[in-house]
């Protein structure tokens, strides 16, 4: 594993510039948490499979709002419970990984910015600077 001391001042610069413009801020992904029904912070964070899972979760538990909306007037009482079992299950799953996820988005964003940096450190050891 590559380490920021192995660099030369030049380098260092190097590293720190692409750095700014490739890291991502914890700032930004808790902003997007607000938003985290949709999975944005996790898509930002580029945690795509799991940006997606949210997202479906998400766009379930709105149709079974939808239909259980839709029941609710019929007074069909098997429909109403089965849309309510529908909405609570993904909306309740949704709501505990938002809940997880704020406490994870530190370390989520501290690994991608780590991964990335081992990346440039890498292309750098690659392509040195004379």
């Not at 079992?85 to 938002?98: D, N, Y």
Request: glycine share 4%; net charge neutral.
């Amino acid at each position: 594993m590559l380490s920021r001391y192995d660099l030369t001042t030049k380098e260092l610069m190097l590293l720190q510039s692409e750095m700014r413009n490739l890291e991502k801020s914890a700032g930004v992904a808790y902003l997007l948490l607000i938003g985290g029904h949709l999975g944005a912070h996790r898509f930002y964070l580029k945690r795509t499979w799991s940006a997606i899972i949210q997202l479906v979760l998400f766009i379930l538990a709105t149709i079974m709002y939808v239909t259980l909306c839709i029941f609710i007037d019929t007074g069909f009482d098997a429909m109403i419970i089965l849309s309510l079992v529908g909405f609570l299950i993904p909306a309740l799953a949704l709501l505990i990984w938002i809940i997880v996820d704020l406490f994870l988005i530190s370390k989520m964003v501290r690994a991608y910015n780590a991964e990335i940096e081992q990346q440039l450190l890498m292309q750098i050891k690659a392509y040195p600077i004379s």
